[in-house]
């Protein structure tokens, strides 16, 4: 995980249980993973709201663009030399030369 040991890792929660005291922890979390799931939130309305930004070829239909893979797992486009997905590492299927 980033290169770090389980020493490191040791030292750093001291660290923060130091800064923030053990009763803000769980705060802390789950502030954290509020964030994190509003963060992906806003990603994924931007991601909807691409094609009606008006793109040019937005009014295809997809099935006319085959060239155009999605992920099984998330639906996140991805380019044709792409083995796994960059937004939830799913393996993908290449696609056929």
Same mark, same amino acid.
């Given at each position: 995980m980033f290169g770090l &040991?389980?020493?490191? *890792? *040791?030292v750093i929660l001291v660290i923060v249980m130091v800064l923030f005291g053990a009763n803000r922890l769980p705060q802390l979390a789950r502030s954290l993973g %509020?964030? *994190?799931k509003e963060f992906k939130k806003g990603l994924? %309305?931007?991601? /909807?709201?691409?094609p009606? /930004? &008006?793109r040019p070829g937005a009014?295809?239909?997809a %099935?006319?663009?085959p060239d155009k893979r999605t992920c099984s797992h998330c639906k996140?486009? *991805?380019a044709p030399d792409w083995t796994h997905c960059p937004r939830c590492g799913t393996a993908v299927a290449q696609a056929p030369v």
């Open positions: &040991g389980s020493q490191e *890792l *040791l %509020s964030s *994190l994924d %309305s931007a991601h /909807a709201e691409e009606a /930004a &008006g009014d295809r239909p %099935s006319s663009t996140t486009v *991805l």
